[in-house]
């Protein structure tokens, strides 16, 4: 099997809330997704979505993606997509950056790779290990009261875990995580992040204001992996890392330095390839495990949901479920369960219907063979 084509397509994935906002005074209503189908000899196509979030989050950012995709498709057409990790290495040869195209293009592998063999992505990866991932939701800023009455409409939808956006002035954010925590059942798991956005100082200033009768893990506090730590040794806050995890050794580190738990953005590490090869470092380290990604709808749910139910239960905490709170849905993906899970599709591949090219409009642009 080779690759003949490579079409790049692109749509406005939409918030369905108003604004989403994270630390720093970033906030936006949407943001414009990359969507890529991969076509072979022998008819079967793979496709695969990832909208970076905006370009002050990550060194990922959507027009320079679209060039990485540009240099990267005429690189792999002709190759074999079912082997998805030698594709992988021959990009990592090809360009240093472009690690988010990079990621889109080893996704649609293997999705091809799934359905050539007629196997969910979820049983390549490992197997069934969680059969209903718990979903998350996040919880912007905003007045306590703004906030308590969000959570509790997203609990009353049945979710069982949320993100807690903190980042901005140490003290606000400490009363709305405490009053969050204080008012929604125990059952329901929070963490706050900071999305890095403070230094060692504010960090700390947050982790004390919460009071000693509060525990909620902290997620990325600080830029530096050093700094995060030292907020969760002077604590005792379990501290989860992501902006700074791009690499097994920089998860290796993370553990060595008392962090115990990693947010796996799937496009962030280089696709599935990688994410499963830090997720099973992370479980071997028996690390608490997220499966996220930076944006999207329908496609960065279903691989989100790949990962997420090939991760061992006990290590699993839950996964972003864009499509919960994005639009439009240019295809059919599991949807959240009125337990607050999400049950992966047993279908080969990534676990999606049919694409709707009506939505994806003209292509931004083809490479063929």
């Known amino acids: 099997m080779r690759i003949t084509e490579i079409t790049v397509y692109s749509y406005k994935s939409n918030y369905n809330h108003g604004n989403y906002t994270m630390s720093g005074g970033r906030v936006c209503s949407g943001q414009p997704s990359i969507?890529?189908?991969?076509?072979?000899?022998?008819g079967i196509e793979g496709w695969a979505e990832n909208a970076p979030l905006g370009s002050d989050y990550l060194p990922s950012f959507f027009a320079g993606e679209l060039a990485a995709l540009k240099e990267l498709a005429p690189k792999v057409l002709g190759l074999d997509p079912r082997s998805p990790a030698a594709i992988t290495a021959m990009m990592d040869q090809a360009m240093m950056s472009g690690i988010a195209a990079k990621s889109i293009i080893d996704i649609a592998c293997w999705d091809i790779l799934g359905k050539s063999?007629?196997?969910?992505?979820?049983?390549?990866?490992?197997?069934?290990?969680?059969?209903?991932?718990?979903?998350f939701s996040v919880i912007g800023f905003g007045e306590p009261d703004t906030a308590i009455q969000k959570a509790r409409a997203e609990a009353d939808k049945g979710v069982v875990a949320m993100q807690?956006?903190?980042?901005?002035?140490?003290?606000a954010d400490a009363r709305r995580v405490r009053a969050l925590r204080l008012a929604l059942p125990e059952n329901i798991k929070l963490w706050a992040d900071a999305n890095a956005s403070w230094n060692l100082d504010q960090a700390i200033t947050f982790?004390?204001?919460?009071?000693?009768?509060?525990?909620v893990p902290l997620e990325q506090p600080c830029k530096l992996l050093s700094d995060c730590a030292e907020v969760g040794r002077r604590t005792g806050l379990p501290i989860i890392l992501d902006e700074c995890i791009f690499t097994v050794a920089d998860l290796v580190a993370a553990h060595a330095a008392g962090v115990s738990g990693v947010n796996i953005k799937i496009s962030r590490v280089g696709g599935?390839?990688?994410?499963?090869?830090?997720?099973?470092?992370?479980?071997?380290l028996e690390m608490l495990v997220n499966v996220d990604d930076s944006w999207g709808c329908s496609l960065t749910t279903a691989q989100n949901i790949q990962l997420a139910a090939s991760t061992h239960s006990q290590r699993l905490c839950a996964v972003d479920l864009f499509a919960e709170w994005t639009n439009p849905l240019i295809a059919e993906v599991p949807r959240m369960q009125s337990n607050g899970r999400v049950a992966p599709a047993n279908i080969p591949g990534n676990g999606f219907g049919a694409v709707n090219l009506d939505l994806l409009g003209e292509p931004l642009f083809t490479f063929m063979a």
């Open 207 to 215: 982790s004390r204001a919460l009071g000693p009768d509060i525990t």
């Open 272 to 284: 599935l390839t990688k994410a499963r090869i830090l997720r099973d470092t992370a479980v071997a």
């Open 35 to 42: 969507v890529i189908r991969i076509r072979t000899d022998s």
């Open 117 to 135: 063999v007629g196997l969910p992505t979820h049983t390549l990866l490992g197997g069934i290990m969680t059969p209903e991932p718990a979903a």
């Open 164 to 171: 807690l956006k903190v980042g901005d002035d140490p003290l």
